[in-house]
T-cell receptor
Framework: QKEVEQDPGPLSVPEGAIVSLNCTYSNSAFQYFMWYRQYSRKGPELLMYTYSSGNKEDGRFTAQVDKSSKYISLFIRDSQPSDSATYLCAMSAKGFQKLVFGTGTRLLVSP | NAGVTQTPKFQVLKTGQSMTLQCAQDMNHNSMYWYRQDPGMGLRLIYYSASEGTTDKGEVPNGYNVSRLNKREFSLRLESAAPSQTSVYFC??????????FGDGTRLSIL
């Protein structure tokens, strides 16, 4: 079993929809949680990061962490075609150095 | 603002050939990393360098060597390439207490 599980998708939604992307993990020591966006043939780009539990909001994006359930989510409001990409979750027990990545969820937002 | 620059962008090798992938960052980051990304496997850490003059193994170091040439540059060497090393290789950098920033990758095929 992988330490971090992420549904590969693709997840197809119409423009304007609210998108929910999720990861589950097995290591209870994880405390740092990140979401990266990766466009085709590009490198991952950091979207948001959180420490421990709770929510964090940045524009149309909201990250949630539920440590009791070992479950993290990224919500995208008013989704746009430009949001079409692969979304990677990443996490670590200590700092930002030794990250464990999910395999990514491919999101397609149609006009 | 270049960020993390990887060269080359594409390369095809024959089994047994050697090659060095180059990475340079202009953000004055102290830590640098090499990952490989394979379908269904996510990003996996090959080696990292927490600071100039130090290198450490990651999850999948076998078949690779690294050199932290100076604070800006971190190279990855394949001494005798094998088809199993066909992958997309990403370099990343960060400050110790900040998330990682990625380059756009090197696509490597080994025949």
């Amino acid at each position: 079993q992988k330490e971090v599980e992420q549904d590969p998708g693709p997840l197809s939604v119409p423009e304007g929809a609210i998108v929910s992307l999720n990861c589950t993990y097995s290591n209870s020591a994880f405390q740092y949680f990140m979401w990266y966006r990766q466009y085709s043939r590009k490198g991952p780009e950091l979207l948001m990061y959180t420490y421990s539990s709770g929510n964090k909001e940045d524009g149309r994006f909201t990250a949630q962490v539920d440590k009791s359930s070992k479950y993290i989510s990224l919500f995208i409001r008013d989704s746009q075609p430009s949001d079409s990409a692969t979304y990677l979750c990443a996490m670590s027990a200590k700092g930002f150095q030794k990250l464990v990545f999910g395999t990514g969820t491919r999101l397609l937002v149609s006009p | 603002n270049a960020g993390v620059t990887q060269t080359p962008k594409f390369q095809v090798l024959k089994t047994g050939q050697s090659m060095t992938l180059q990475c340079a960052q202009d953000m004055n980051h102290n830590s640098m990393y090499w990952y490989r990304q394979d379908p269904g496997m996510g990003l996996r850490l090959i080696y990292y360098s927490a600071s100039e003059g130090t290198t450490d193994k990651g999850e999948v170091p076998n078949g690779y060597n690294v050199s932290r040439l100076n604070k800006r540059e971190f190279s990855l060497r394949l001494e005798s390439a094998a088809p199993s090393q066909t992958s997309v290789y990403f370099c990343a950098s960060s400050f110790t207490d900040q998330p990682q920033h990625f380059g756009d990758g090197t696509r490597l095929s080994i025949l």
